[in-house]
């Protein structure tokens, strides 16, 4: 066969790359190849390449959906048809099945001269099943789902778990892109890829897939959506709705080899979630464009999914559509999450930040039984749309895993602000222990008179509480736990705010010289004289934070240095010495300084 120049060269990139161990864009490469050809021949190499370079960087699923490609062109000579067998047992090695290993094994034998042996070392694998509608992986036995007429279901500890243990992670039910301005972000699994290709001629139409696999699941919804996909841009959760439905509607043609298998686990990991109830007429006056082109899009054995899905009589399809939809638009309200990835800001390496960006919404059937806490044991991060679960502090047997929604205890201390928050977004009203118990020993206001705590309706005292009370009331709820003085005897909120302020602006004035630290270093200093535990105070330590910043840009290490402990200090005080949070926050820290000074610090 005839490989086309622009295919040599990539192929040619790919196998460099493969060489210097650079796995995931030898795969790329050889994506590029695959979609550049047209000949089946060519296209098996590619694919056969592509599966190995994604098998060697730990993508075991992946490489098995190539290999079985392959294997159905079947245009493979004797020895590359040998040699797909081998990589084939590789990976269901990785993947744990060694039966099916041992039979391409015996394949790739019989194709040979002599017998084949697989490594005793296997090839890692961190991915998940994909071939799964919700992929699942349980790295721990301690943890079960129960259920409680409070709670609804949730999960809980049956033994003793340390922190920072990986409790499973999971693929999404479905999942969208909404940070449309990144355009190396791949719109079916959120991974950023230099060899994106669109999925479609359309000039107006930005969507596009990192690889033939993505490409293959965008187009099961980019019939309907293409047209729509502006509108859909602006209304996320109805974006995310209209998958959903549209995946429940497929849900019978995936796996094709056992299709009452899939649907069922489809059709039960979304049901079963915890729904709110939107109105259809709602769906049918908002959403009549993307609901007619879903429509116009179901074949004949979807409609009668459809019919099967929302048993009323069947007077209106479009009406019956409307009601599938609105279900789904419940499931997605109230247990949806939030993409996010950690993005590097700043043109300098001195002034370089780490920001936490939302990339796009997905909902999850396993995590989603998770609840809130206000100071949760465990949180998520994300791989791109793959969610993993990891304790944060020690948990108990018999403890609840929960996970905050948003609302934190150490960044929003006034408990009326929190419950307001999720009241709106999510229609509940917290009662977990940050909300119903006094934070006894928390750092808070000094009071006035004694110097002692000073409660603000049994809450400790922030400034952040300003962006939510009123100053007046705020001063109204003081009151001393030790002389029990009240209002401006116990809280001189005017001072507090005046030093806040005069801090606030000379920290948004101070060059490069660094002229002015001093001034600022001062006002701290006296700042904290109006606390409680000051270096306890999480707000106090951001302060500190932002000074470390100003001195590495000024060069004065000695005392960046200081300001980065004092930081750090605050957040293992707020967050536990163990917590991931406060790990992620000492990266980010790390980055404000030279490699070289980095480095010194952590001697």
Known sequence: SVITMAASDMKAKGNACFKQGRYRAAAEYYTRCAIATSIPDDTAVFLLNRGFASLKAGRAHDALIDFHTCLKLNVLTKDKRCKLHYRMALAYQSCGDQEAANSHLDEASRSSKGDLTLPSSVLPCTQLPISQPSAFQLFTKTVSISTSR?????????????????LWIELPLAAILTNTTDPLLCHNCAQESWCLQPLCDTTDCTVSACSLTCRERLKCFHAFECQHYPTLLQTPDWHLTFRLACLLLQAQDQQSSEPTL???AMINSILTLEPSRPIVTEVLDSCQPVLDSLLASLDASQREHLLALIPVTPTDMKKQLAALVCLCYGKVARNSFALQRLQTQGEAKATETVVQQTIGKALYGCSSMLNHSCQPNAMVTFDGHCLAVHTEASVAKGDEICISYGPLLARMPWQDARQDALLAQYGFTCSCSACTQRPAGKATAACASCKQPVWIASQAFALSMLQHVRPKALVAQAKCSQCKAQGLDALDLPLLVQQWQEITQLLQHVGSSGAGLERVQSLIDQLETLFVKPEEHLELGEL????????????????????????????TANYGETSLIVEREQAKLSQLTPKGWRQQLQG
Request: hydrophobic share 40%.
């Open 544 to 571: 500190h934070d932002q000074l470390a910043q100003l001195y590495v840009q000024a060069g004065d290490r000695v005392a960046a240095e200081r300001h980065l402990k004092r930081s750090i200090q605050a957040l």
């Open 262 to 264: 899939a649907a069922a």
């Open 150 to 166: 409070q709670r609804g279901r949730y999960v809980e500890a049956t033994s003793a778990i340390a922190p920072r243990t990986q």
